[in-house]
């Protein structure tokens, strides 16, 4: 995946996120997100897929076979037992195992990432749970024919899109094989936003993603590039949060802002949940809770 900004007007936008996401030019799909960034994907073909679905065809067929053998040891001692345990892993196997796979493992069976694909939202967002179980109950009727179904259903979209993939709203993507290095984003001397200077806007979990990823690898931009590419969802976010305090810190240190709003968010959450495990267990704030 690779990102680039642009620096359209906001009235744009709407047309530009529409255009990027209806022109698809050979096997890349570029979706341009709220905050302006266009994301490139390279699209699976049918053939890589097919590859990945038969590696995994092998693994779900030893994992029935390594249970059959189980069973028949433990059917000597409770026959009813493993007779039933059996039937639950056939059904986990042939409706669980995609839907697990990739709703837990950011969208990747075990044939999938040996061939370095993915399952994402076609909005460029990673699978989550219900849309990876979306797509793989609709499986069946991809399947029907030997997957003629599916297989025709790629060939005639754009995006490659098997029937699953159309009504969960997921493209499968080839990853790339570049590696950037990333260092850790140091937050110890970041201070969060001041709440009195933010309104109620809350960043979605996509976007402090983003965010992560790209303060931990600045390194490998320039001192210049990397502000220049971050000042554009630095504007972008304080817009969005209607930001009042020291503007200077979004147009002379946006990646400074950007580490500032991820540790405001991030750790906001995590406090809201320990403070909710607490208010459970009867204990105090968290910051009452490190006091004691």
């Given at each position: 995946?690779?990102?680039?900004?642009?620096?359209?007007?906001?009235?744009?936008?709407?047309?530009?996120?529409?255009?990027?996401?209806?022109?698809?030019?050979?096997?890349?799909?570029?979706?341009?997100?709220?905050?302006?960034?266009i994301l490139t994907y390279q699209l699976?073909?049918?053939?890589?897929?097919?590859?990945?679905?038969?590696?995994?065809?092998?693994?779900?067929v030893l994992m029935v076979l390594g249970?059959?053998?189980?069973?028949?040891?433990?059917?000597?001692?409770?026959?009813?037992?493993?007779?039933?345990?059996?039937?639950?892993?056939?059904?986990?196997?042939?409706?669980?195992?995609?839907?697990?796979?990739?709703?837990?493992?950011?969208?990747?069976?075990?044939?999938?990432?040996?061939?370095?694909?993915?399952?994402?939202?076609?909005?460029?967002?990673?699978?989550?749970?219900?849309?990876?179980?979306?797509?793989?109950?609709?499986?069946?009727?991809?399947?029907?024919?030997?997957?003629?179904?599916?297989?025709?259903?790629?060939?005639?979209?754009?995006?490659?899109?098997?029937?699953?993939?159309?009504?969960?709203?997921?493209?499968?993507?080839?990853?790339?094989?570049?590696?950037?290095?990333?260092?850790?984003?140091?937050?110890?001397?970041?201070?969060?936003?001041?709440?009195?200077?933010?309104?109620?806007?809350?960043?979605?979990?996509?976007?402090?993603?983003?965010?992560?990823?790209?303060?931990?690898?600045?390194?490998?931009?320039?001192?210049?590039?990397?502000?220049?590419?971050?000042?554009?969802?630095?504007?972008?976010?304080?817009?969005?949060?209607?930001?009042?305090?020291?503007?200077?810190?979004?147009?002379?240190?946006?990646?400074?802002?950007?580490?500032?709003?991820?540790?405001?968010?991030?750790?906001?959450?995590?406090?809201?949940?320990?403070?909710?495990?607490?208010?459970?267990?009867?204990?105090?704030?968290?910051?009452?809770?490190?006091?004691?």
């Amino acid at each position: 995946m690779t990102f680039t900004a642009t620096s359209e007007t906001a009235t744009d936008v709407p047309q530009r996120v529409d255009s990027f996401r209806h022109n698809v030019l050979g096997l890349e799909m570029q979706v341009e997100t709220p905050e302006n960034v266009i994301l490139t994907y390279q699209l699976a073909g049918p053939a890589q897929r097919y590859v990945a679905y038969m590696i995994d065809l092998v693994i779900r067929v030893l994992m029935v076979l390594g249970m059959m053998i189980i069973t028949r040891m433990l059917g000597i001692v409770l026959p009813g037992t493993a007779f039933g345990m059996f039937l639950v892993f056939s059904f986990l196997n042939t409706w669980g195992y995609y839907t697990i796979s990739e709703g837990f493992f950011k969208g990747q069976s075990i044939g999938k990432h040996f061939c370095g694909l993915r399952v994402i939202r076609d909005e460029g967002y990673p699978i989550t749970f219900w849309p990876a179980l979306l797509r793989n109950l609709v499986r069946s009727a991809d399947a029907i024919v030997f997957y003629g179904i599916g297989i025709t259903s790629m060939l005639l979209t754009r995006r490659f899109q098997r029937l699953g993939d159309l009504v969960a709203g997921t493209v499968v993507i080839q990853e790339r094989s570049l590696t950037l290095p990333r260092k850790p984003v140091i937050l110890d001397k970041i201070q969060p936003l001041n709440k009195n200077e933010i309104g109620s806007f809350l960043p979605r979990d996509e976007v402090l993603s983003l965010i992560d990823e790209f303060i931990g690898r600045r390194h490998v931009l320039t001192y210049d590039r990397g502000h220049a590419l971050a000042a554009i969802l630095a504007n972008s976010l304080a817009e969005r949060l209607n930001y009042s305090g020291d503007p200077k810190k979004v147009t002379h240190y946006p990646m400074a802002f950007l580490a500032a709003v991820y540790k405001t968010f991030s750790f906001a959450k995590e406090e809201e949940e320990q403070e909710a495990v607490n208010a459970y267990h009867g204990l105090g704030s968290p910051a009452e809770v490190n006091r004691e």
